[in-house]
């Protein structure tokens, strides 16, 4: 395993990294979850340069990623990437989230953010198998990390224990 993956438990929103990312949906206005608290601790800054994203291109696309500011977060920037809903497997919904991972990493080095963290995309209100988008985004990362030298660090935070317990296991930590 890649030493600059690392994990961790809490809140994506204190974490003081160059990029934290958003699970966010295809409007970018926020929403629940993981999304709602970015919207709430970055401020207003965020949504007001996803307003203008959507009045430039229409949202954000399944699998795909934008880059705002991080308003009044800790981290510089928030990379938002909308997650597939999980509909049993049959319509691509595993290659829609690790192209969540590799566009976003596409992004964080395109804007020279060497750590970037991650939350658990798709698993709450989009039903993706907990497991399953786990060992999506291990090997996604990882394979993106072999032929990326830019990124230091890359952490994977879980607000919930079940994430947690299989990100462990799968990083062998």
Known sequence: MDKRVTLQQGDITKLQVDAIVNAANSSLMGGGGVDGAIHRAGGKEILNECIKIVNRQGGCKTGEAVITTGGNLPA??????????????????????????????????????????????????????????????????????????????????????ENYNLYKALLGL
Do not use: M
Not at 140 to 161: G, M, P, R, W
């Open 76 to 161: 510089k920037y928030v990379i938002h990437t909308v997650g597939p809903v999980w509909g049993g497997g049959n319509r691509k919904e595993e290659q829609l989230l690790a192209n969540c991972y590799i566009n976003s990493l596409k992004i964080a080095v395109n804007n020279n953010a060497q750590t970037i963290a991650f939350p658990n995309i798709s698993t709450g209100v989009y039903r993706f198998p907990k497991d399953k988008a786990a060992a999506i985004a291990v090997k996604t990362v990882h394979e993106y990390l072999q032929n990326n030298a830019t990124i230091s660090e890359v952490i994977f935070i879980c607000f919930d224990d």
